[in-house]
């Protein structure tokens, strides 16, 4: 099964709308952790957001926000105020055993493409 | 300067010919990591390591080998290139602890032909 499922391959979004970009992920693992990575077109992976499994709330950085639904197993990555400088690859990734001190591996999503539009 | 580095950025090879891909960071980070990119797929595990004295097997570490010179500088060897082995490759870094996030060099492309 797959640890991290993107659904989304692509996605089209207008300058200064909100998009959101769906993660869903399978775990057993009581600790854990969720990333989400960007990359532009010129291939680096930046890092742009993380959240607990056991943080008691949505992770915000700016732009950026996680809608995580524990129960569902989803952490949904918002972005407010499209810029067309967010068109990029989008990926979710996870790290399980987030205390255990030895499993430091992420797993990561098949991404979604993201492409703001005027 | 960037905190991950990666050389070469591209190469092309062909097939059979041993190649080394160097990643250096200034990072101070312990764990360091090579994943490969191939479209579709996301970020692959080939290697990793916790120090210098730890390397781990990711989950396709077939027909790639590591070596650890210091606590910053990681290389990926393929011994003997083949094309399946076209694919962007990456190093990451991260520091033991807490979320542990990982930061990414800016990538090699390598091309066997």
């Known amino acids: 099964a797959q640890k991290i499922t993107q659904t989304q391959p692509g996605m089209f979004v207008q300058e200064k709308e909100a998009v959101t970009l769906d993660c869903t992920y399978d775990?057993?693992?009581?600790?854990?952790?969720l990333f989400w990575y960007k990359q532009p077109s010129s291939g680096e992976m930046i890092f742009l957001i993380y959240?607990?499994?056991?943080?008691?709330q949505n992770a915000t950085e700016g732009r950026y926000s996680l809608n995580f639904q524990k129960a569902r197993k989803s952490a949904n990555l918002v972005i407010s105020a499209s810029q067309l400088g967010d068109s990029a690859m989008y990926f979710c990734?996870?790290?399980?055993?987030?205390?255990?001190?030895?499993?430091?591996?992420?797993?990561f999503g098949t991404g979604t493409r993201l492409q703001v539009t005027l | 300067d960037a905190d991950v580095t990666q050389t070469p950025r591209n190469r092309i090879t062909k097939t059979g010919k041993r190649i080394m891909l160097e990643c250096s960071q200034t990072?101070?980070?312990?764990?360091m990591y090579w994943y490969r990119q191939d479209p579709g797929l996301g970020l692959r595990l080939i290697y990793y390591?916790?120090?210098?004295?730890?390397?781990n097997k990711g989950e396709i570490s077939d027909g790639y080998s590591v070596s650890r010179q210091a606590q910053a500088k990681f290389s990926l060897s393929l011994e003997s290139a083949i094309p399946n082995q076209t694919a962007l490759y990456f190093c990451?870094?991260?520091?033991?602890?807490?979320?542990?996030?990982?930061?990414f060099g800016p990538g090699t492309r390598l091309l066997v032909l």
């Open positions: 990451a870094t991260s520091d033991p602890g807490g979320r542990e996030t990982q930061y």
């Open positions: 775990t057993s693992d009581p600790s854990y952790g």
């Open positions: 959240q607990g499994s056991y943080d008691q």
């Open positions: 990734a996870m790290r399980e055993g987030l205390w255990s001190g030895t499993a430091s591996k992420l797993t």
């Open positions: 990072k101070g980070h312990d764990r």
């Open positions: 390591s916790f120090d210098v004295k730890d390397i």
